[in-house]
């Protein structure tokens, strides 16, 4: 978590390229104390997946202004520079939680991957700008659309640091991405649907899920094709499964739920 201002706010856009950002508009009149509270309590259990940044407004008018805030709290996700209006005023942990996963899941599909580092306790907001070197390439290549040179840009960084778990889950997405291509989503799930037993066709069903945010979906689809099958296509499923693990994170509750299930499949 990191406390913005009129100086740093751009740098704070600068950082979704590479990762997830909440924005926390608030003021200390607004008596919020407690979603306050939940955010970092979210931020933290994250760990990394996105970066809880916190404005306030009445410190920064002018940038409340050009954002057409007219009143806090208003919680706002930033994906590759562009803001997505999450809520405004006070909402349940559980459903702040809800619309945050949206807001991940949304950045798995186009490729926002990258893991937030931490930063200590009082920072400004300058404090995690400094890139990381090793990624510039793949992220040069994820920005212009080229996931296939994304995906040997990470490759080249696993071979380096393996067991890298940003890489892994950089690689991860842009490979779904060159999965995805320009397949309609419709007919691909369609098709899945219509041929059950089409082991290739429920992998691009599932790859399709997962892009469009319905993570769980996915997996269940792929651990009733592991139930199923056997020999090379339950591997080919298996495998599958194990990579869109890495797009969405192993730490997800969701993950670490499908993980049990896939074990119970297998064994």
């Known amino acids: 978590m990191v406390e913005a ?7 704070v856009l ?15 009149r607004a008596n919020a104390d407690a979603l306050s509270a939940d955010l970092k309590s979210l931020a933290n259990a994250a760990a990394g997946r996105w970066l809880l940044v916190r404005l306030n407004v009445d410190a920064a008018p002018r940038i409340a202004q050009a954002l057409g ?7 706002v996700g930033v994906l590759s520079g562009q803001l997505m209006p999450l809520f405004q005023g006070t ?10 996963d949206q807001l991940i899941q949304a950045a798995v599909a186009n490729g ?22 090793r990624f510039a390439a793949a992220d040069a290549a994820m920005e212009a659309g080229d996931y296939a040179l994304a995906v040997a840009e990470f490759d080249k960084i696993l071979s380096a640091t393996p067991g890298d778990s940003e890489a892994a889950a950089g690689k991860a997405g842009a490979e779904l991405l060159v999965r995805l291509g ?4 419709n007919l691909v ?11 290739d066709a429920q992998l691009a069903a599932a790859d399709m899920e997962v892009a469009g945010g319905v993570p769980e979906a996915a997996f269940a689809r792929l651990i009733g094709v592991v139930r199923a099958t056997s020999g090379a296509d339950r591997d080919k499923a298996r495998v599958r499964l194990l990579a869109l693990f890495e797009t ?3 730490s997800d509750p969701m993950v670490l739920k499908a993980r049990r299930d896939l074990m119970s499949a297998l064994y």
Do not use: W
Request: a negative charge; proline letters at 10%.
């Open 182 to 185: 320009d397949a309609d989503p």
């Open 248 to 250: 969405i994170g192993s």
């Open 91 to 100: 909402r349940e942990r559980s459903e702040v939680s809800a619309l945050i």
């Open 69 to 75: 805030i007219q009143a806090v709290p208003m919680v």
């Open 112 to 133: 926002v991957v990258a893991k937030a580092q931490p930063v200590a306790a009082g920072a400004e907001a300058e404090a995690p700008l400094e890139p990381d070197v």
């Open 5 to 11: 201002d009129e100086k740093t706010f751009e740098n």
């Open 14 to 28: 600068n950082l979704s390229m590479r990762h997830p950002v909440v924005i926390e508009f608030y003021s200390p």
């Open 189 to 199: 799930i369609a098709r899945a649907t219509a041929h059950p037993d089409d082991v």
